[in-house]
């Protein structure tokens, strides 16, 4: 009995206590300053031309409470916090219920957050599950309920949550969805709508219509629940067949959302940026997106794969002489999923591995005219383990074959023998070099690309050849702005010699040979199929595995990375092999196609000299194929006389 009332008195002082600790904090949080809601998190985006995009809270779009339908007022308190107008910020019996619920079924079945509590995630914190975060917004919870209405809560709630598609604000929702104003919305499109925010990935009706009229229906039985509606209004509103317009403005892209996405990830990696942006009350933030090249890449993407829906795709275009990315897709449709396979996942390259094994080859006293024998082949390594990589379709020369065909063909006997002639750290060090991150293995396959490598990463390492030597850091962000216009950051763009400028120049031409029909003997180029469609000369490079599929390329200008595949690692169809392909040159031709794009300039200490591509030697007059490739001078090929045959300029094919 004593036992029974010492826990008893333990739970009366323990809530006692809970009561004036809560009403202290009240009676702080009424004595700080006032937190403007209309301006936080109104993350502002800003194009290459300075032109906004996107802002986070579309307070362009803010309406006020009485300009909001009752309909859709009462469908959000029902569905997410019936007690809105009770509590003052948390709900402490659904808190109570909720961890019952969890420890019951050892899983998160539900939660507590209240309208306030979710208003204040959504103004001035991040997703991330930690202690920190959730102490902060309890105590902006507070804050907001001590300065602010309940009305003037809701208001600014329901103008800053996602209803999915990349839309914020009812306004703007009301405006997509059904092109007419929030104060218009009838009692079924309100439900609708209403469902959509506490999951917009699956319950916008653009995405799963299933869920979202599964979802509707519980909306309305709440408003049943609560004596918003009657039974029969809530039978008329369920059945009421609804009409989606699901149109923005330009903007309107399936994949913008990614690239907006990475900005924010890019945002919170700025240490110069405070990680609560109370202080700031909104920043403008200055990138360098472009709203043409990404229209085309999307075009590119959405004609090449429509006959394939499972596939996934990610991608970016990078400015190669500072690192600026103006595009990126991180996959086919944001609406369907939000995980971003170009700046998220991790793939295996291929053979798209093998500009940095032969940059590195060509440093080391290797040239186009390098032979080795290319027939099936066993290595033997370490305590007796042994490697037999495979040429593509099984196909080999069974003859000795130059540098330049190995990497027009993407011979793997030929890069793995280059690669363990000049040691597996050679190539590990040469990525590291250009300013590739990823963990790479010193292993024989190396250069076939069995490690796995992020998109933005992997391209960041080719725009050193693209640049003509120089590693740069990939960014989105050009510049940050309180809404005072205070710079908080700047992009510094950066540049260090890490390669040589000449045998750097080698590569590229080597590399502009995978689309040529000079080469087209035994096998044909592994670019061949797009060569029709290139009007500009680019250095390219594809890679593929059972799963992964790459194209990468570039020119002065810009380097362009795609990868295909299926996030579940389903093997690839040889009938899809070449869509990324065609995507990439698709892409890359629509930017240039009213642009100049310059060569490179063949510097002084190279020679070009005319060879038969296949052995490497000075070519001769019985040659059927003949193709101009470059040296540095003293190291080209001579003929049977011994006489250098030398070449001054550089082809363009």
């Known amino acids: ?15 006692l206590g809970v009561i004036l600790i809560n009403i202290l904090l009240h009676v702080i949080a009424y004595f700080t300053p006032k937190l403007e809601i209309k301006t936080a998190n109104n993350f502002s985006f800003y194009d290459n031309n300075g032109t906004l995009f996107f802002t986070g809270n579309n307070n362009k779009q803010w309406v006020k409470y009485d300009e909001i339908s009752p309909n859709l007022i009462n469908a959000t308190i029902s569905i997410e916090d019936k007690y809105f107008y009770k509590h003052k910020g948390f709900d402490y019996l659904r808190i109570l219920k909720a961890m019952y619920l969890n420890i019951k079924n050892k899983d998160i079945v539900q939660g507590a957050s209240t309208i306030t509590q979710q208003y204040a995630r959504n103004l001035y914190l991040t997703m991330e599950k930690t202690w920190k975060r959730k102490i902060d917004e309890a105590w902006i919870t507070m804050e907001l ?5 309940k009305e003037e809560i809701l208001e600014g709630y329901l103008n800053t949550i996602n209803y ?34 506490n999951s917009p990935s699956n319950y916008s009706p653009l995405v799963d219509e299933y869920s979202a009229k ?33 149109k923005k403005d330009k903007y309107n892209l399936a994949t913008l959302m990614y690239y907006q996405d990475a900005i924010m990830d890019e945002l919170e990696s700025i240490k110069s940026i405070p990680s609560s942006l109370l202080s700031t009350g909104g920043l403008k933030i200055y990138t360098s997106f472009d709203l043409e090249a990404q229209q085309i890449f999307e075009e ?5 794969m429509s006959d394939f829906p499972e596939a996934q795709i990610a991608g970016a275009m990078m400015n190669p002489n500072n690192g600026e990315i103006i595009a990126l897709i991180g996959g086919t449709d944001y609406a369907k999923s939000q995980y971003n396979r170009a700046t998220k996942a991790k ?29 099936p082949t066993t290595f033997t390594f370490g305590s007796n383990q042994s490697y037999t990589p495979k040429n593509f379709s099984d196909k080999y020369p069974n003859k000795e074959i130059s540098l330049a065909s190995a990497v027009v063909y993407s011979d793997n006997v030929f890069a793995v023998k280059t690669h363990m002639f000049l040691g597996e750290e050679t190539l590990v060090n040469t990525a590291k070099r250009v300013g590739i991150d990823a963990k790479l293995e010193a292993v024989p396959s190396l250069p076939l690309g069995t490690n796995e490598i992020g998109l933005v990463d992997f391209i960041g390492g080719y725009s050193a050849f693209a640049n003509e030597g120089y590693k740069i850091t990939p960014h989105i962000i050009r510049k940050v702005a309180d809404d005072e216009g205070n710079v908080l950051y700047e992009a510094k763009n950066t540049k260090e010699r890490v390669l040589n400028k000449s045998t750097t120049f080698i590569l590229n031409e080597l590399l ?15 670019l061949i199929s797009i060569a029709p469609k290139l009007s500009h000369k680019y250095s390219i490079k594809s890679g593929s595995t059972d799963t992964d599929y790459w194209t990468v390329g570039y020119n002065k200008d810009m380097v362009l990375g795609i990868w295909y595949g299926y996030d579940d690692n389903k093997k690839v169809d040889s009938s899809e092999s070449k869509v990324n392909k065609q995507i990439w040159a698709d892409t890359m031709e629509g930017y240039f196609k009213n642009k100049t794009s310059e060569w490179y300039e063949m510097p002084e200490d190279v020679v070009g000299v005319l060879i038969n591509p296949i052995t490497g030697e000075v070519a001769k007059e019985t040659d059927n194929k003949k193709h101009i490739c470059y040296y540095i001078k003293g190291t080209e090929p001579s003929n049977e006389n011994g006489d250098k045959v030398v070449k001054d300029t550089v082809l363009n094919e």
């Open 214 to 246: 599964k979802r509707q229906k519980r909306v309305l039985e709440m408003m049943v629940e609560n004596n918003y509606i009657t039974e029969a209004e809530k039978e008329e509103a369920y059945n009421t067949k609804l009409t989606y317009i699901g």
């Open 300 to 304: 590119s993407m959405q004609n090449r």
């Open 512 to 526: 502009a040979n995978t689309y040529s029909y000079d080469f087209v003997d035994y096998s044909t180029p592994t």
């Open 164 to 197: 999915g598609q990349g839309v914020y604000g009812i306004e703007n929702a009301a405006m997509y969805y059904f092109d007419k104003t929030a104060k218009n919305l009838t009692l079924a499109e309100a439900s609708m709508l209403a469902g959509i925010p």
């Open 1 to 15: 009995m004593k036992k029974i009332k010492k826990i008893s008195k333990f739970i009366l002082f323990g809530f």
């Open 145 to 149: 309920e001590t300065h602010y209405s």
């Open 347 to 375: 793939r295996q390259v291929g053979s798209s591995m093998k500009p940095f094994l032969y940059y590195a080859a060509l440093e080391n006293g290797f040239t186009a005219s390098s032979r080795f024998l290319s027939t």
